[in-house]
């Protein structure tokens, strides 16, 4: 059993960054491959990034790319989602994820978050 609890989200200006984190409880951190996916109001979940156990795979969403960064430190249990020149349409709940394939798809993951609110003015 694994427990993640997302932080870092907020209300911030379009251009600015946020760092969101998600703290996983367990042993077995390092051997899950992480997400972040969100959803917006209305829309369904959609992926973000996603890191593998071992940190060199790595892959992003194409609206993210170039400007969200994810990372992973495993000897605290956590993993990063570096957010920089926000835009409206990032604001949404961001998720994190654990599960045991390296996947864009939020159904191969297992264990998911509570969530944490992003939302981004003009």
């Known amino acids: 059993q694994v427990q993640l609890v997302e932080s870092g989200g907020g209300l911030v200006q379009a251009g600015a960054s946020l760092r969101l984190s998600c703290a996983a409880s367990g042993r077995t951190f390092g051997s899950f491959a992480m997400g972040w996916f969100r959803q917006a109001p209305g829309k369904e979940r959609e992926f973000v990034a996603t890191?593998?156990?071992?940190?060199?795979?790595?892959w992003y969403s194409d609206s993210v790319k170039g400007r969200f960064t994810i990372s992973r430190d495993n000897a605290k249990n956590t993993v990063y989602l570096q957010m920089n020149r926000l835009k409206p349409e990032d604001t949404a709940v961001y998720y994190c994820a654990a599960g045991q394939t390296y996947s864009t798809r939020s159904r191969a993951y297992d264990y998911w978050g509570q969530g944490t609110q992003v939302t981004v003015s003009s």
């Open positions: 890191i593998a156990s071992v940190e060199s795979r790595l």
